[in-house]
């Protein structure tokens, strides 16, 4: 699994622009986690369609992220790029 940051540390509308894609595209949540760490919070939504899973995480310090195998996340990327604007 290949991970890609893209938000920054509290950048709620890329989670949700993410959150938003994944529904839309009929990604379903099958799970999902917050925690905290000391200072650090980590929030973390795992979605599959079929075969495929998707893990949408926001934690202090790195960001924003989407993991998922590496043609997929590829993928994922370009058209969530394309879908915001």
């Keep these: 699994m290949k991970t ?3 938000g920054t540390e509290y950048d709620q509308v890329s989670f ?3 959150q938003k894609y994944l529904v839309a595209n009929g990604y379903k949540m099958v799970r999902q ?3 905290h760490a000391g200072s650090q919070e980590v929030r ?3 979605y599959c369609k079929g075969e ?3 893990i949408l ?3 202090t310090y790195i960001g ?3 993991s ?3 043609d997929d996340l590829r993928r994922i990327c370009n058209e969530l790029a394309a879908w915001r604007e």
């Design 4 to 6: 890609e940051v893209i």
């Design 16 to 18: 949700e622009n993410a």
């Design 33 to 35: 986690t917050n925690g």
């Design 44 to 46: 973390s939504i795992k």
């Design 52 to 54: 495929l899973e998707v």
């Design 57 to 59: 995480e926001s934690e």
């Design 64 to 66: 924003v992220t989407l």
């Design 68 to 70: 998922a195998e590496a």
